[in-house]
């Protein structure tokens, strides 16, 4: 919701202030179409053509996303926590044996229903059932596999953050097809030279649209819009670490109220629940 608005005021107050000061929109609104389908159509074609179209695809999705926020709120981190919780305390009590049927199967575990966004989340799911398998092959080294856990993070954070990345590259180059829209401007402009000066005055004022267009777009929509998925995905991706640090943890046979506590201690500030409040929530998961 916040880039809406942000987007609400640059429109209102750039082109508010531009018709105080005594500007007139019939020269943009004349030459918006044209200006806006060269620099758009060169934008998105050099978009296409520089991208899989799997992440074109991811690209177009990433844009929604930035309007919906940050997936993980702070009731999901206290889910994480009482999963984990759970988890490791039937694995320190039973054995890692008494976790093979939550392990090989959390679409059934009994467990992991209990907490279905995070059931749904297939990064979620591998990264916590893939840890255990690691354990039941004996791969218990807390260091080698502190930097396994990291590896996958990642490459997990170096894929969802792709979208950011092309828009990024799209805004770095809107300044320029602007350009390029505004010199056609100029050239169909010197075609006409012998045209009256008001006529010559307002082709030129049409071409320079192509260059307030790119700059306008590039600086206040696109570049923005990367900024806020790439925030999005960074904060998303606190919820993995969370998960990769309750295992070293484990690692380092600590009880699983330890575990849980250096869990919650990593969690973002703006989202970490106390530890009163992930007590009460504990008690009440245990009474369900």
């Known amino acids: 919701m916040n880039i809406v608005i942000g987007f609400i005021l640059v429109i209102v107050l750039v082109f508010g202030g531009f018709l105080w000061s005594g500007g007139e929109m019939g020269p943009i609104l004349h030459a918006l179409p044209y200006e806006g389908m060269m620099i758009g159509g060169a934008s998105l074609g050099a978009f296409v053509a520089a991208n899989s179209f799997k992440d074109v695809i991811a690209t177009f999705k990433a844009v929604f996303k930035s309007l919906k926020g940050p997936k993980w709120k702070q009731s ?52 916590i059932t893939d840890s255990f398998r690691m354990l039941a092959l004996n791969f218990d080294d807390p260091f080698q596999t502190e930097d396994v856990i990291n590896k996958k ?79 999005i995905e960074e904060q998303d991706g606190a919820f993995y670490n969370v998960i990769r640090d309750i295992f070293i943890a484990i690692l380092h046979d600590h009880s699983p109220t330890i575990c849980v506590e250096i869990g919650r ?6 989202l970490q629940p106390s530890f009163y409040e992930m007590e009460e929530a504990r008690q009440d998961l245990a009474g369900a």
């Open 76 to 127: 999901d981190y206290i889910d994480l926590l009482n999963l984990m919780y759970g988890l490791v305390k039937i694995y320190q009590k039973d054995g890692i044996l008494a976790l093979d049927e939550h392990i090989e199967n959390p679409h059934d575990s009994s467990i992991f229903s209990q907490f279905p966004k995070i059931q749904h989340d297939h990064h979620a799911i591998d990264l």
């Open 153 to 231: 993070l990642k490459k997990h954070h170096h894929e969802v953050l792709t979208p950011a990345h092309g828009l990024q590259t799209v805004a770095d180059g809107l300044p320029a097809i602007g350009i390029v829209a505004a010199v056609l401007g100029v050239i169909k402009t010197m075609g006409s030279i012998d045209k009256p000066p008001a006529v010559l005055g307002e082709m030129i004022g049409g071409a320079l649209v192509g260059t307030f267009l790119g700059v306008f777009l590039a600086y206040c929509f696109v570049a923005p819009l990367s900024g806020r998925l790439t925030a």
């Open 265 to 270: 201690g990593n969690i973002p500030t703006t």
